[in-house]
Structures are given as structure tokens and as C-alpha cells.
């Protein structure tokens, strides 16, 4: 296992052995030395080749895990760096900041559908088919290549064997969504709630890929296609196209109201209004006449004859200028019109003298 501890690398004891296995290889040479330097300069120049393949680059997005023997050394950022070569170490280039994808209940390339990953029971004991896509990205590269031996996604060419984004990540996303579907409704990721169900979704996994100490981060949890399956398929898109006109009776009734309810509370305040005005003008005209009722009462209680008169006067001034006026003379038996100074004279029928 990549964990194991193993022997920390010594160069000056390689250089010992790689000189002593020299002088015996060298000792057992026939011929001149000529021959003997031939041999020398091509091991040197294997040596040098064997060295020049430790060169290794490493772009902006990128981190190198660098491995001695085996076992884990560290980390080396973007730039040109050279390590110990195979067999003695090993570097793994990965890209770190790249957004990778992972389909669950179905496969874009080829198009088909995995029902034995999609389909789900709900909370109210519905069967639900839900499709789902996770992007991640790698948060430690040590764990996510040392920590989880996979066996691989033949499904992902790009999820190799021993890294925890082929069957690992798969399983525990089908865990992760099938247990917040199982408490929930099926309205809950079919229309109504999908947000939440995609964030339930996303917490629940990232704690499991913790605590497998994988290395990875979820970034997005993002809900395909959800639909029933598909025997009762007819009956519940009946349901939602009743609820739909439901909804569009609700809105136009809301929209009715929106109209009416204004024009009725205008022609309401104007009624008022309208009343208020007529209130306030009929209490003071009341008010009016109460005040001259007991100024004239005031002046009739101090002077009761003078007031009498006056009020027959006033009276009288008022009745007279519309009525005509005859004069009966009882002398005569006839009658006289009465020639009042500001107007003219009125006509007088004709009478006969005599009486009786």
C-alpha cells in the first residue's frame, strides 16, 4: 500500500554498490582498457539518459505528488522540476482545479438510462425516477490518491483505478440522495422543493467523502430529469396539469381582485367623502339657525313686545310683496284695489253698485 513506511533513500550508499558492482564488472573485461572506456561512456550515457527522464512540468492548475519507493513525499507546484526517476520514484501530475463531472441514473455518452441507480422510494411511499449530475474537484491531492483503493468506473475513462471518483463517489452519491428522497415527498424534487433537495444532497455527500478522507470537494449537486416511472406516469402529469389550472384559476382570481378591490375602496372613499361633506354643510347650517333661535330668543326674553313686533313685521314683509291687496268699502258695498307707491296698478274687475 502507498502508506507503508519505507526506507528513507540514501544516494551514497547506491553510489557504493553501483561502484563495487563497477570494479567486479571491470575486472572480469578482456582486452585493452580502450575497450574498457567504450563500456564506461555507455553506461555513463545510459545513466545520463536514465537521469534526463526524472525532468518533469507542471502547469498553473496542477500539482505533482512526488513518491520515493513508493511512499509519499510531498508536493511540488507549477514549473520545470526533476525527481529520482522509475523504478526509484514516481510523480503523478493531476489537475486540481479543474471541474469534473459525475453522472448518476444515467449516461450522456452513450444516451441511455440506469433505472437500478435512479430509481428511489419517497418519504410518502412514491416511486420517483431522478437523474443527477456532481461536479467536484480535487481538495487534497495526497488523499484523493493514497487514501481509497476504487476499483474504477468502466463507465468514465477518466476515473482510474485506485482513486475515489469512479465507484466510490458513485455509490455514496446514490446513498446521499437516496436518503434525503426517503424523507421527504415526492413534490419535494419533482416541483416544489427541488432547490433544497439538491443542497441536502450536496452537504450529505461532501460529509461522507470526508469521512472516507478522499480528498475531493463537492461543488454542485444538480437535478436532471425527475419524473415518476413510467406505468403511472399518466396519472401524475393529470395531477400536475390540475394543479397548473389551479394555479392560473388562483392568479386570474387574484388579478380580478387587484382590479376590483381599488375601484370599489375609490368609489367607497368618494361616498364618504361626498357624506362628510353633507354632514359638515347640514350641522352648520343647523348650528346656524340654532344660534340665530337663541339670539332671537335672548332679544325677545329682554324685550318681548318690541321683538313680537318686529317678528310680525318681518313676517309680514315677506308675505305681503306677494299677495294682492283689495280694499272693501262698506259704504258702498264695492271694492277698491289697493295702489301700492313702488308698483302698478293692478286690474280690477268691474263691480255693480248696489248690495244686498
Known sequence: MYGERRPDFDPDQIAQNLKKGWDGFRSRLPGGGGARWLILAVIVVGIGGWLATGFYTVQPSELAAVRLFGAFRGTEDAGLHWYMPSPVGAVDVVSVEE???????????????????????????????????????????????????????????????????????????????????????????????????????????????????????????????????????????DVNRARVDRESRINESLAYEQDRVPRARGAAQQVTQAAEAFKSARIARAQGEADQFSAIFNEYRDSQEVTRTRLYLEAMEQILPGVTLFIVDESTGGVLPFLPLTGGVPSVPATTGGGG
Open 99 to 237: 471541474t469534473r463531472r459525475m453522472e448518476l441514473g444515467f449516461r450522456a455518452e452513450p444516451d441511455r438510462d440506469v433505472p437500478v441507480e435512479s430509481q428511489m422510494i419517497t418519504g410518502d411511499l412514491n416511486i420517483v425516477d431522478i437523474d443527477l449530475v456532481v461536479q467536484y474537484r480535487i481538495k487534497s491531492l495526497e488523499q484523493f490518491l493514497f487514501n481509497v483503493a476504487d476499483p474504477g468506473d468502466p463507465d468514465r475513462p477518466d476515473a482510474q483505478e485506485g482513486r475515489p471518483d469512479g465507484r466510490t463517489l458513485r455509490d455514496a452519491t446514490e446513498a446521499a440522495l437516496r436518503q434525503v428522497v426517503g424523507q421527504r415527498s415526492i413534490d419535494d424534487p419533482l416541483r416544489v422543493n427541488r432547490e433544497a433537495v439538491q443542497e441536502d444532497t450536496r452537504v450529505l455527500l461532501q460529509q461522507i467523502v470526508d469521512q472516507y478522507s478522499a480528498g475531493i470537494e463537492i461543488l454542485n449537486v444538480q437535478l436532471q430529469n425527475v419524473q415518476p416511472p413510467d406505468p403511472v406516469r399518466d396519472a401524475f402529469d
